[in-house]
């Protein structure tokens, strides 16, 4: 998928015709970034939600996973593991304060 990306000027310029495709319907979302390359992307909040939504079950099967084999998981790694359900940080990042909280680093 293509992502259509316009620089911070034309965003600032563009952002109430964008909110109004989003209130509209349209659910494509929408890049911003220095010199056309993308560096943030603007969604409607029901896409954000969905999103939301899918990595939250994706932690709830890992803990039903990680339950089912006889371990429960630790509060801190519950938290890490919902800030990156919430899109705080990335996949490789969530792993990586795990292993550090565990000291596997």
Do not use: C
């Not at 600032?12 to 056309?36: C, I, K, M, W, Y």
């Not at 790694?77 to 304060?97: D, P």
């Amino acid at each position: 998928m293509r992502l259509e990306t316009l620089s911070v000027r034309e965003a600032r310029e563009q952002l109430p015709a964008v909110l109004d495709r989003f209130r509209n319907g349209d659910r494509t979302p929408v890049g911003v970034g220095s010199h056309r390359k993308t560096e943030a992307v603007m969604l409607p909040v029901e896409v954000y939600d969905e999103f939301v939504a899918q990595r939250s079950a994706a932690v709830a099967d890992a803990v039903g996973s990680t339950r089912a084999e006889g371990v429960e998981p630790s509060s801190q790694v519950a938290s890490i593991m919902q800030r990156w359900a919430r899109g705080e940080f990335s996949e490789a990042r969530m792993l990586e304060l795990v292993r550090e909280l565990h000291g596997l680093d």
